[in-house]
C-alpha cells in the first residue's frame, strides 16, 4: 500500500489556492464520495448557517475572554483565534465524535467546536473546579477525553508525536479512526513536526496533520522563519497527500477536510493540510504587537471568513434579516451563561494540589 | 510452583528482561515494542533478540532514529489504551526526547484533572563502564527522578530485570526502567520468585550492623564486593539497593541508618545535584539523631566520561572507594 502523493510544485503566494484531486484511484474513490461533487454531502444553506452560527459563538466567546482578562478575571497566557475561525469549523465537519483532536495552546476554537461546553471552557479560564481540566491547565490546557480532546499542548509541535501514538493505536486495532492534529506554521521550524511526518508516512498513520498557518511563528513572519515558505510543498516530500487551502472561508476548509479525512478512512495513510489563515488580534494578550504592518492586519480583517461567508449567504439570500441577530442574541447568552456559572463555580481547595499527580498516591516518596 | 522444587536455571540480566519482555506480549495483547533497531536487528544490546520472530513486526517495531517522535507516539498510544514499550538506546539518546517525557507523559494525568493517565513503559541503558566515552555512558536515572508523575526503576538483580516489567505495565502512570550497561551479560541462577515484585520498596541485599551502603543500578555489585572486603575488616556493612529511585522508598532508607548509624551512598552519576545528594539530604533531614558519623559520597568524577580505560576507571566509583568512605566512617 502506498499512500497517495500530490506535490504542489508552484510558488507561494498570498492568494491560496483551490485543492487539487490525488493521483491514486484509492484516494480519488474517497474523494468523490465526500468532494464537491457529492449531494448528501453538499453543504447546503441551513448547513451554511451552522458554520456561520459556530464562528461566531467562537469569536463572541472570545471577545468577551478579552474583556475579562482587562478586567483581570482571567490569567496567564491567553492566545485569542479570532479571525482564524474557519479552521477549527470547517475541519471539524470532517471528523466524528470517535476521531481524536490534538491541539496547540491557541484552542477555545477548536475546543469549542469539538463540542466542550462553553460553560467548561471558560470555567477553566477562571481556574475553577469545573472546568474542563479541573482548573490545572488554563486557557492553554484544555482537555476533554470523553470527547477525544487530548489537549491543548503548549510546546510548540509537541503534540504532533502524541497524535501519531493515538493514530497507531488506531492501525494496530484496525479502528477506522482519524486523529486529527492542529499546529502553527511555527511547527515547522521544530524537529518534531519532521520526525513525526515522516514517521506517520511511513506507518501509514490515520492522522491529519492540520498546519493553521497564520504567517507568524509568535513575532517572526513566515518568510523570517522558514528558508521555503510553501509548507505544504515540504509536507509532500514526506510521501503525504498534502495541499494548501483558503483558511478564512470555512465551505472551502471543510471541503478540503472532509476529501482528507475521507482518503484517511480509505487507508491512504496520513493527510496533511495547510489552511492559509490570519490572527486578527496579537500573539497573546501581553504582544504588543510591534512586527505586523496594520496594512498588512487590514488587509487580512477584509478576508473575515464571518463576513466572507454572511455576504455570500447574503447573495444567494439565504439569510433573512433578523437572522444574524437571533443567533447573537443566542450566543450572547451561552456566553453571559458561562461567565456567570465560572463565576459561581468554586475554587480547587489548596488540599487537592497533590491530587492527579499520579493516579495512586504514592506509598513513599 | 511448589516452594520444594528446585526451579532454578542459569541465566543473564539479558535475558531476564528478554524473558519478563516475553511473558508480558504473550498475556496482553495490547503490549507491543518498539524503538531503534528492536526489531530485526535484537536490540542494540540483544535484549529483544527474538522477539520479532515470535510477535511479528506491528508489535516489534522498528522505529526511524527518532527518539522525540518515537516517545510521543508511546504516549498517544497509551492514551489510546494500548500498553507500549518503548525501547531508548541511551539515557544520553533519552534527551533528544525529554520534551515528550517531561512535558507529556509526566505531566498530561496533572494537567488534564486527572482525565489522561499515561500508561506507558520506557526502558533504557544507563551508566558506564564499557569504554564507550562521552555520549553513551552517563548516568542520567537521577534527572528523571527529579519529575513528578513518572515512576523510576532500575532492576539490578536477574530477578527485578525479570519481574519488575510486570508490575511497570501494570502501573497506570509512566514508568521509566533504567538498564545498566555493564549488568547485561551478569549471570546467575534465576529461580521463581518469592513473593509479587513491588515497585514501591528498597531491599536489603546483605545485612549489617556498623554501615550502610545505600545503592543501586550498576553499582549494587560494587557495593557488595565491598561489603565483602568489609567483612575481612571486621566491618559488617548493610547493602540497600534502592530499586526505585522514584517515589524514594525513605522507610527503608532510614531503618537501615538506625541499625547501622552510618551511611555511604554509592552513585554513578556526578555528586553535584546527585540523587546521592537527595538521599544524604534525607538522612541529614530524617536520621540526623541515629548518626555517629557524617555521611559518605561515593559518585562519579565531575567530568564527561573520558575514553581511555584507566581514566574511565578513574572516573567511576570503584570497590576500594567504597571500602575507603566506609573505613572513614567507622574508623
Redesign the interface.
Known amino acids: 500500500m502506498s499512500p497517495a502523493r500530490e506535490t504542489r510544485t508552484r510558488k507561494t503566494s498570498k492568494t491560496t489556492e483551490a485543492p487539487k484531486t490525488a493521483k491514486t484511484p484509492r484516494a480519488s474513490k474517497s474523494v468523490r464520495k465526500s468532494g464537491k461533487g457529492a449531494s448528501a454531502d453538499r453543504p447546503g444553506a441551513a448547513h451554511r448557517r451552522d458554520l456561520l452560527h459556530a464562528m461566531l459563538r467562537i469569536r463572541r466567546f472570545e471577545e468577551r475572554c478579552v474583556e475579562l482578562y482587562s478586567a483581570a478575571k482571567i490569567r496567564g497566557f491567553v492566545h485569542l483565534y479570532i479571525g482564524e475561525e474557519a479552521v477549527a469549523v470547517g475541519v471539524n465537519e470532517a471528523l466524528t465524535a470517535d476521531d ?1 483532536v ?1 491541539s496547540t495552546y491557541r484552542e477555545h476554537g477548536h475546543a469549542l467546536a469539538r463540542g466542550i461546553p462553553a460553560e467548561a471552557v471558560m470555567a477553566e479560564m477562571y481556574g475553577r473546579t469545573t ?7 488554563g486557557s492553554m ?1 484544555l ?3 470523553n470527547r477525544r480532546f ?4 503548549a ?1 510548540v509541535a ?1 503534540g ?11 492501525r ?1 486495532r484496525g479502528q477506522p479512526r482519524v ?1 486529527c492534529c492542529f499546529f502553527g506554521d511555527g511547527a515547522f521550524a521544530e ?2 513536526f519532521h ?2 511526518a ?2 506517520a508516512a ?1 506507518w501509514h498513520l490515520p492522522l491529519l496533520l492540520v498546519c493553521e498557518n497564520n504567517r507568524y511563528a509568535m513575532g517572526t513572519a513566515l518568510e523570517r522563519h522558514e528558508a521555503q515558505t510553501d509548507l505544504a510543498l515540504r509536507a509532500a516530500s514526506y510521501g503525504m497527500v498534502s495541499w494548501a487551502v483558503d483558511g478564512m472561508d470555512a465551505e472551502a476548509v471543510e471541503t478540503a477536510a472532509h476529501r482528507a479525512a475521507g482518503g484517511i478512512r480509505a487507508g491512504a495513510g496520513p493527510h496533511f493540510l495547510e489552511l492559509r489563515t490570519y490572527r486578527f488580534r496579537a500573539h497573546s494578550m501581553y504582544d504588543p504587537d510591534r512586527y505586523r504592518d496594520k496594512a498588512e492586519i487590514e488587509r487580512w480583517k477584509a478576508q473575515d471568513p464571518i463576513e466572507r461567508l454572511t455576504d455570500r449567504m447574503r447573495e444567494r439570500g439565504e439569510l433573512d434579516d433578523k437572522e444574524p441577530a437571533e443567533a447573537e442574541r443566542r450566543i450572547g447568552d451561552e456566553v453571559d451563561q458561562a461567565v456567570e456559572a465560572a463565576e459561581q463555580a468554586p475554587e480547587e481547595s489548596s488540599e487537592s494540589l497533590l ?6 498516591p ?4 | 510452583m511448589g516452594p520444594g522444587r528446585t526451579d532454578e536455571r542459569k541465566t543473564t540480566y539479558r535475558e531476564a528482561l528478554r524473558e519478563g519482555l516475553r511473558e508480558a506480549m504473550r498475556s496482553d495483547d495490547r503490549v507491543f515494542l518498539m524503538g531503534e533497531d528492536v526489531g530485526r536487528y535484537g536490540g542494540c544490546f540483544g535484549v529483544s533478540l527474538g522477539l520479532l520472530e515470535e510477535f511479528g513486526p506491528e508489535r516489534v517495531r522498528d522505529t526511524p532514529l527518532s527518539e522525540s517522535a518515537f516517545v510521543g507516539a508511546g504516549i498517544g498510544a497509551a492514551l489510546a489504551g494500548m500498553r507500549p514499550i518503548v525501547e531508548i538506546m541511551t539515557v544520553n539518546f533519552s534527551l533528544l526526547a525529554l520534551d515528550q517525557i517531561l512535558n507529556n507523559a509526566a505531566t498530561l494525568l496533572h494537567m488534564s484533572g486527572g482525565q489522561l493517565p499515561v500508561p506507558l513503559v520506557i526502558r533504557m541503558t544507563t551508566g558506564a563502564g564499557r569504554q564507550l566515552a562521552a555520549q553513551h555512558s552517563h548516568s542520567l536515572e537521577g534527572w528523571y527522578a527529579h519529575i513528578p508523575g513518572i515512576r523510576v526503576i532500575a532492576p539490578a538483580t536477574l530477578e527485578d530485570a525479570r519481574h519488575m516489567l510486570a508490575p511497570a505495565l501494570a502501573d497506570p502512570d509512566p514508568v521509566l526502567i533504567f538498564e545498566h550497561g555493564v549488568l547485561y551479560n551478569a549471570s546467575g541462577e534465576l529461580g521463581p520468585p518469592a513473593a509479587a515484585v513491588d515497585l514501591d520498596h528498597a531491599a536489603v541485599r546483605r545485612s549489617g550492623t556498623d554501615i550502610s551502603l545505600i545503592t543501586y543500578g550498576g553499582s549494587l555489585p560494587k557495593a557488595l564486593m565491598a561489603a565483602d572486603e568489609l567483612a575481612v575488616d571486621g566491618i559488617s556493612a548493610e547493602v540497600v539497593d534502592l530499586r526505585t529511585l522514584r517515589p524514594l522508598d525513605g522507610g527503608t532508607i532510614a531503618a537501615s541508618v538506625a541499625r547501622t548509624h552510618r551511611a555511604v551512598v554509592v552513585d554513578e552519576a556526578w555528586r553535584t545535584g546527585s540523587l546521592a545528594a537527595e538521599v544524604s539530604a534525607r538522612i541529614a533531614e530524617g536520621s540526623f539523631y541515629e548518626l555517629d558519623a557524617p555521611v559518605e559520597r561515593v559518585c562519579s568524577a565531575e567530568c564527561p566520561m573520558p575514553y581511555a580505560r584507566r581514566l574511565e576507571e578513574a572516573a567511576l566509583p570503584q570497590v576500594t572507594d567504597i571500602v575507603a568512605a566506609a573505613h572513614r566512617a567507622v574508623d
Not at chain 1, 487530548?150 to 499542548?153: A, I, M, Q, V
Not at chain 1, 504532533?160 to 488506531?170: H, M, Q, T
Not at chain 1, 491530587?355 to 495512586?360: D, F, K, L
Not at chain 1, 504514592?362 to 516518596?365: F, K, N, R, W
Open positions: 481524536a490534538v472546568g474542563c481540566s479541573g482548573g490545572r491547565g490546557h482537555f476533554d477525553a487530548y489537549g491543548g499542548n510546546i509537541g504532533i508525536p502524541l497524535a501519531a501514538g493515538l493514530a497507531l493505536a488506531d494496530m486523529t524537529g518534531e520526525e513525526t515522516n514517521l511511513l491530587r492527579h499527580v499520579t493516579s495512586t504514592a506509598e513513599v516518596s
